[in-house]
């Protein structure tokens, strides 16, 4: 359901009390969220996914209704309803998927330190870009960084530390994760990172 996530990155929602997830919430707050990154691989189960669990209440409309507009414009028709009302989802634990074979829980504490990715409003279209228009770099990456002698490789996620490859080898499917030689801070670092990583590897598959 659409949500905004507030500066400790607790999930705000705008739900109606006739709704059924609603009405569970006032027989039990505990509640979970399950967030999933846009599938730029063609394959659904190797994109990075997260569930945040914690327990639901409402929030006063006055601490919350500017950033969720912020997020979803449309809702302003809905502000004036009865029937609707802000809820802040409060964080226990978060487990996280970052593809084939990336996964384990995040302490809540850990969770709410947490500083945004600087990569997060472009990953996408990094991850866009590069399975598109190097797909065979890609596989140069996978041979020269994780030792792998793909057929098939496409980068499923990527943030300041590295990214997620989704490779295709005589033993099947699986991921492997790649880091960058150094965290970058935005989009421009990164492409000057990848490219300096595919010469590298050019230069390893040309010896």
Do not use: C
Request: hydrophobic share 45%; no cysteine.
């Amino acid at each position: 359901m659409p949500y905004a996530a507030d500066d400790l990155g607790r999930p705000v929602l705008f739900v109606s009390s006739m709704a059924m997830h609603t009405q569970n919430l006032h027989q039990d707050a505990r509640a979970s969220l399950l967030i999933a990154q846009p599938d730029s691989s063609g394959d659904p189960l190797g994109a990075a996914r997260v569930t945040l669990l914690g327990t639901a209440s409402e929030a006063p409309a006055g601490e919350v209704r500017e950033l969720y507009l912020s997020r979803h414009e449309n809702a302003k028709y809905w502000q004036e309803y009865t029937d609707f009302a802000y809820h802040r989802l409060e964080i226990s634990s978060v487990y996280y998927i970052g593809g084939f074979g990336v996964m384990g829980w995040v302490a809540a504490e850990d969770y709410a330190g947490a500083r945004p990715d600087p990569l997060a409003e472009t990953a996408q279209e990094i991850i866009g870009h590069m399975n598109a228009d190097h797909a065979d770099a890609l596989l140069l990456i996978a041979r020269k960084f994780a030792g792998e002698v793909a057929t098939e490789a496409s980068m499923t996620a990527v943030d300041r530390l590295g990214f997620h490859l989704r490779l295709k080898t005589g033993d099947g499917v699986h991921g492997r994760l790649i880091a960058f030689p150094r965290a970058v801070a935005s989009k421009d670092e990164a492409r000057a990172v990848l490219v300096e990583m595919v010469r590298e590897a050019r230069s390893f598959d040309s010896q």
